[in-house]
């Protein structure tokens, strides 16, 4: 295993150790998705730490275990910051540490409205050997990942990253549109994409009675993604897209559960991708941090 | 190498701007051990929701499951704020208050589903519907003449 991977260890460490010293949870109300966002953002002041894994297949090549850890923070109500550390283990090949993301979502309107948009950005700072497939973007196809790791990891991305996230609640029902515009900071062109999810909790009303097992606690959905070219060549030619049911299991105890099992929709896309996460919100991260720095009064 | 010392920055960086916006929150906060004195001002988003709003009848009126789950909702997702037994804290004022009481279901529900993003409260339209009228049904079970207990009621 690389040295370089370390990161991702520690973001697990870190998962675990504020989870322990962490103040009493608060019970997260997730939705199941792994790469479209809806309009809710993390509530002021707490943080979530999330770690996701994408187990993915490879024609004519290695299968690969990709995964990320998370770390969002609620900086106001209408601003939420996220910072990412990502890796990747290709069968037969090596482990590598594959680069950090920042990201950034805004809430552009103050009120509930039909249609609710949220301004996303995110810098990318990674090497040619991510395959986290958070996103796909252009014509990211599956014949991408047959290089090695060793090859692969010789070229850096610093990429920035654009979406309108357009989300909508309906009876219960969340449903999202997110369009994507990235772009390579080197002389590359713009890049496309899409995702599109929906999702509904399996009961809306709550149970009079403290339950782990509740079906208030599932939330449901489907979530498609794909890419739709760049500047030159804008369209569905030459691009990979996929079908992924998902569920999320929130937990009384404050963690939230995820999984999704993606299928891809033609032959430039992976054959089958497993997604699964687990995630802890974690109260008063700001204060925390604040009474560090400060001392108690 | 470079790509670890550049993830470091970033964290540092994300660490530095927590502690501001913490410090920030912190700013309007009461010395300890006061009792959080809450500007009648900030009642005033009530008066806000639109009359259409403002006129929705609870669905959930009779349901007789309505204020149990409300009061466990609650303890999940509001009480960090608004402290255990709605009495308020120095982060959200009390839901004891008769602003909040005489208010209307509707108004209630209103404010629930936008929030007041503002003032750091999020929307909570992803509760479905249901569990948002059995927060409300929740809130205007409380009594607003009788005061707080002492001591908090034990969470789930």
């Known amino acids: 295993m690389s040295s370089f991977c370390w990161p991702v260890l520690l973001g697990l460490f870190g998962v675990s150790l504020l989870s322990i010293c962490s103040p009493p949870p608060v019970h997260a109300q997730e939705n199941p998705y792994f790469v479209a966002y809806d309009h809710y953002l993390e509530e002021p002041g707490n943080l979530e730490i999330e770690y996701f894994s994408t187990f993915g297949t490879q024609r004519n090549g290695n299968n690969f275990h990709a995964y990320w850890a998370e770390f969002e923070y609620g900086a106001t109500a209408w601003w939420t910051t996220e910072f990412y550390l990502d890796g990747q283990t290709t069968f037969h090949d090596s482990t590598i540490f594959t680069g950090f993301r920042w990201e950034n979502r805004f809430r552009v309107l103050k009120h509930e409205h039909l249609i609710n948009p949220v301004l996303y950005v995110e810098y990318e700072n990674k090497n040619g050997a991510d395959k986290i497939l958070k996103e796909v973007e252009g014509h990211d196809v599956e014949s991408d990942f047959l290089v090695s790791n060793a090859e692969a990891r010789k070229e850096h991305i610093h990429e920035i990253e654009l979406k309108l996230i357009l989300s909508s609640t309906f009876k219960g029902w969340n449903f999202t549109e997110n369009t994507l515009a990235a772009k390579n900071l080197s002389n590359s062109p713009w890049e496309f994409g899409y995702a599109l999810g929906a999702s509904r909790p399996l009961a809306l009303k709550a149970s009079p009675k403290h339950c782990t097992l509740c079906p208030q606690n599932f939330v449901a959905g489907v979530e498609m993604y794909g890419g739709l070219g760049d500047r030159h060549s804008f369209g569905l030619h030459d691009t990979s897209h996929y079908l992924a049911p998902a569920l999320a299991w929130n937990l009384p105890s404050g963690w939230t559960l995820r999984i999704s099992p993606g299928f891809g929709l033609n032959d430039k896309s992976h054959r089958f991708l497993m997604r699964w996460g687990v995630a802890r919100e974690i109260t008063g991260f700001g204060s925390m941090v604040s009474r560090l720095f400060r001392g108690h009064k | ?156």
Not at chain 2, 129 to 134: C, D, F, S, T
Request: with cysteine; aromatic share 6%; glycine share 4%.
């Open chain 2, 1 to 156: 190498m470079k790509a670890i010392a550049a993830a470091l920055a970033v964290c540092a960086s994300f660490l530095a701007v927590s502690v501001v916006l913490a410090q920030n929150q912190n700013a309007d906060k009461p010395a300890a051990g006061a009792t959080p004195k809450y500007d009648p001002a900030i009642y005033a988003e009530l008066q806000k929701a639109p009359e259409k709003a403002r006129n929705r009848v609870n669905p959930l009126q009779n349901d007789p499951d309505a204020v149990a789950a409300g009061a466990i909702l609650f303890q999940q997702h509001c009480a960090e704020c608004h402290g255990d037994s709605a009495q308020g804290s120095r982060k959200a004022p009390s839901l004891r208050a008769p602003e909040v009481q005489n208010a209307t279901p509707g108004t209630l529900f209103w404010l629930i589903t936008n929030g007041v993003v503002r003032k750091k409260m999020p929307v909570w339209s992803k509760l479905p519907e249901a569990q948002r009228w059995q927060l409300v049904r929740y809130i205007q079970s409380l009594d607003a003449a009788a005061p707080a207990p002492e001591s908090p009621a034990p969470k789930p």
